[in-house]
Structures are given as structure tokens and as C-alpha cells.
């Protein structure tokens, strides 16, 4: 059974949407579980409503300590042995949570499955898709903006019993608990990417995590999050993330010269202190 947790404060412009998506993927093996945070608006009085109509529905109201801690209530109330995370305002591609229900039977447990995710305006135009290829520690470590780790949850499922090896979400982590959580998983699942298009996240403007990285302090915290994993690697394994990085520049650049041939001389002259026009 698959366990879609969905954590919610105040989200009576999404939530009615974010059930419906559930509902329209036509998984028959499935449990929404949703955790609110004692909202003061009507995201309640939707869920119960929508909770009498759809079985597979059961769901919390209290106060929480955020959303490490709403998802962490989720887990504990799961039947199912595998995880999905949907938060309120994102969405799935159709017809994922099937497919992602065969493909888990033929996986070992625990495994991480990660797919690709459409990144949103506010308007639902496209601004990047998301694909994570390059899952192994030392190349997550290597930098997000070289090797891109797994941007939103509703691109990636992974067993129950993940978390028996890694922990829970940390409660105290209240921006990058999931890029936490993905840096353990990845040393000790089994993990499996798939290029295909999963997962919609909408980076809303206003919302916590856009207002993060619209600061700057989203960089800042992910690569003091990062640093700290990479300490935590042996020395032979620090100097492979430093040589990965190189690598890595080295091979960006060069797709970048590749598209843009004309610019080589100038870029070159430039270093050296040589005019080439």
C-alpha cells in the first residue's frame, strides 16, 4: 500500500485540489493521510467533508511544531510500506502512484525511488524540470547546482522502513528537512532513478521556501547542511567529492563552449590580459 501524507496549515486554497488530485490518480492501494496544524480557516471543515465521501482518507487536526513534525505524526499513522510526500499545493503527474506501485514490486527493501519534477510559477508555467540523475552521496555533495538532488516529494517514493535505518524527519529542521533526510537515504537504500515526470512543485511567491530563496539564506542553509555530510564522509571519500566537483566545472564548461564556440577567445584572452578584438 502506498501512504500519501500530505502536512497542511491554513491551505483551504489547496486542499480541496490536493485531495482531488489524489482521488484522480485511481490507485486502488492507496491511504491519504492528511496532517493539519490546527488551521484557523476552512481547511477542516474541507477535509472532514471530503474525509466522509473518500474511505481512504483519515486525517489529524492539532497543534504541531511544523512540518517536520505534521509528517512525522503522518508516518506513525501509516498502514502502508510505502511513503509518499504531497504537499498541499503540489501535484502528481496521472496515473504515478500506479506506476510507482509496480515498480516498487520488484525493488528490495528499503529502496529510494526518484523521478523527475516539473518546477512551477505561480501561474503553472514551466519554469525547469528537475532531474536528479546523479543520486550517490558523493555527487549530491559535489553541489546542488552541479549535480541536482531531488527538488520536491512529489517526485520521489521510498519504503516505511527507511526510516527505521535513518531516523525521522528532524522536528527542529524547518526548510531543508527533506534534503536532510534525502543525504542519509541515499547512503543506505537501494536507490533507483527514473527519467520520467512524476511530480509538480509550484514555487509560489509569499510562500516560506520562496521567500527563502528569494533571502538567499536557502543557499546559505543547504551548503552548511551539506558541508556538515561531507565531513561526516572519510578522507578518500571528501577527496572524491572535491575531484567529482572539478570534473564535474570541467564538463559544464564545455557544454557551455560547445553551444556558444564564439565566445572561447574572448573568455581566454580575458585571463590571460590579452584584447582578441
Known amino acids: 500500500m502506498i501512504s500519501v501524507i500530505t502536512p497542511v496549515y491554513n491551505g483551504e486554497k489547496y486542499i480541496k485540489d490536493c485531495i482531488k488530485v489524489v482521488v484522480d490518480q485511481k490507485c486502488s492501494n492507496i491511504e491519504h493521510i492528511i496532517v493539519d496544524g490546527g488551521s484557523t480557516d476552512a481547511t477542516v471543515d474541507i477535509i472532514k467533508k471530503s474525509a466522509q465521501s473518500y474511505p481512504h482518507i483519515r486525517w489529524i487536526s492539532e497543534k504541531d511544531r511544523g512540518q517536520s513534525d505534521a509528517m512525522?505524526?503522518?508516518?506513525?499513522?501509516?498502514?502502508g510500506n510505502i511513503i509518499a510526500i504531497l504537499n498541499v499545493d503540489d501535484f502528481y503527474e496521472p496515473n504515478v502512484l500506479n506506476r510507482i506501485s509496480a515498480i516498487f514490486d520488484k525493488l528490495p527493501e528499503p529502496s529510494l525511488l526518484v523521478g523527475n519534477c516539473n518546477i512551477l510559477d505561480d501561474d503553472n508555467n514551466l519554469k525547469r524540470i528537475n532531474r536528479p540523475k546523479r543520486l550517490k552521496i558523493t555527487d549530491l555533495l559535489v553541489g546542488y547546482n552541479i549535480n541536482p538532488f531531488p527538488f520536491n516529494p512529489s517526485a520521489y517514493f521510498y519504503h516505511k522502513s527507511l526510516h527505521e535505518k535513518v531516523g525521522l524527519y528532524e522536528v527542529d529542521e524547518h526548510y531543508a528537512m527533506d534534503v536532510d533526510f534525502l543525504l542519509k537515504a541515499v547512503q543506505v537504500a537501494n536507490v533507483k532513478y527514473v527519467d520520467e515526470i512524476w511530480g509538480n512543485y509550484?514555487?509560489?511567491?509569499g510562500t516560506k521556501t520562496?521567500?527563502?530563496?528569494?533571502?538567499?539564506?536557502?543557499?546559505?542553509?543547504?551548503?552548511?547542511?551539506?558541508?556538515?555530510?561531507?565531513?561526516?564522509?572519510?578522507?578518500?571519500k571528501q577527496g572524491l567529492v572535491a575531484v567529482k566537483r572539478e570534473y564535474y566545472k570541467a564538463e559544464k564548461r564545455l557544454e557551455y563552449f560547445s553551444k556558444k564556440p564564439n565566445e572561447i577567445l574572448p573568455r581566454i584572452g580575458k585571463r590571460l590580459g590579452i584584447r582578441t578584438s
Open 210 to 236: 520562496v521567500n527563502d530563496i528569494n533571502s538567499g539564506q536557502n543557499a546559505i542553509r543547504l551548503r552548511q547542511l551539506m558541508q556538515k555530510y561531507l565531513r561526516k564522509l572519510p578522507v578518500y
Open 202 to 205: 509550484r514555487q509560489i511567491s
Open 72 to 79: 512525522n505524526k503522518g508516518i506513525a499513522m501509516t498502514k
